[in-house]
């Protein structure tokens, strides 16, 4: 349908009428005329006007005013947007009720579900607690004699028989935080990760166990410290009381001393121990830790072209979590040494120090620990 103000345009152009020229004929604004023929209704004020001015300019262009009055009405009847009663009248009240508790009921079923189903919330909540109780908890542990393994945690104690006399002796573990700490009645006791550590637990100088720290975190004290630990004093035996109606203490089998596996490698020999340096050169990514002269150890994360140089008078611990990542050289005096590389992925624990042979050298050594 064509609409009213293309029929004043095309009506005013086959006359060879100029806005100008209907403006002065017809006392009409320019620019209300230029709105008519676009059908710019904003500029006027209200519909009366927009009425007269339609009424006067057709009949000025010999045009039918009531039928384009008629098409301007419908055109605005089409633009105005539906009544918001009618709108609310579409959707009954009581639908809409209905849905929101549809809705609210799939959610609290969708909670529910997550909370007791899936994630089982209050089992676990309850687990969480037990954990932390057990864990708060003094556990005490009889050492056998025998070689064993073991997690301790913070406030864990070992009960151990002493070679005379009634009673336990009692180690109980203060830390486990970057180090395994024991207080035992000797004094306070430190084993740093991949040491082995002979402990005199009843003071008479000599020791009696033997320690290996093989698992500690430097950054969290609840993951325990993972021990072995086996006699370096074979008359530090528990026995049952009914075993020993039984058995004779001389037929008590002698514990060996059980040593950590180890490859030696001798790099230098001299009359004298004297400073070296370890340079370290990383061609991929490494969790790389050392510690100098059984100083604080120092760890950090190297990426290809990192470098690490260090000096030590006595030695060096070096941890190395992927050592086909780097390339180490040891300079002493005028030597150089290059350490060999291993796999990639291989974890490796390397001691690097001076010892003295009874036959009074000294000898720079390379000690691969387990």
């Known amino acids: 349908m064509e609409s009213y103000g293309e029929i004043l345009r095309k009506q005013r152009e086959e006359k060879g009428y100029d806005f100008e020229e209907v403006s002065q004929k017809t006392c009409i604004p320019r620019n209300y005329i230029e709105a008519l023929e676009k059908e710019d209704t904003d500029v006027f004020s209200s519909e009366t006007y927009i009425v007269g001015f339609l009424k006067n300019y057709c009949d000025f262009l010999e045009i039918d005013s009531a039928k384009i009055i008629s098409l ?154 993972e021990t072995r630990m086996f006699l370096k004093d074979p008359s530090l035996v528990v026995i049952d009381d009914t075993e020993a109606e039984q058995t004779n203490v001389s037929e008590i089998p002698v514990q060996a001393v059980v040593k950590t596996t180890s490859k030696q490698t001798v790099i230098l020999e001299d009359t004298r121990a004297y400073p070296f340096t370890v340079n370290v050169s990383f061609r991929g990514s490494c969790v790389f830790r050392y510690r100098v002269d059984r100083q604080q150890s120092v760890e950090d994360y190297y990426k290809s072209g990192g470098i690490v140089n260090v000096t030590a008078s006595n030695g060096i611990r070096l941890w190395m979590s992927n050592i086909n990542a780097m390339k180490i050289q040891i300079i002493a005096d005028t030597s150089t040494y290059d350490l060999e590389v291993g796999r990639a992925g291989q974890i490796k624990v390397e001691d690097i120090k001076w010892v003295r042979d009874n036959d009074g050298k000294y000898r720079l050594v390379v000690v691969e620990l387990d």
Do not use: C, M
């Open 72 to 225: 301007f009405k419908a055109k605005k009847t089409q633009e105005q947007p539906v009544p918001t009663e009618l709108l609310e009248k579409s959707t009954p009240k009581h639908l809409v009720l209905i849905i929101w508790i549809a809705a609210a009921a799939v959610l609290i079923a969708t909670g529910l579900y997550l909370y007791f189903g899936l994630f089982n919330v209050p089992q676990k909540k309850i687990e969480k607690e037990n954990e932390i109780v057990e864990k708060s908890r003094t556990h005490q542990y009889t050492f056998s004699g025998k070689p064993e393994t073991r997690r301790l945690y913070k406030g864990d104690q070992i009960l151990i028989a002493p070679k005379t006399g009634k009673g336990n002796i009692i180690l109980t573990v203060s830390n486990t935080l970057g180090n395994l700490t024991l207080q035992t009645p000797s004094g306070s006791q430190i084993i740093e990760l991949s040491e082995e550590r002979e402990l005199d637990i009843d003071g008479d100088r000599q020791g009696d166990i033997v320690i290996y720290l093989s698992d500690v975190s430097s950054k969290d004290g609840a993951h325990g410290a």
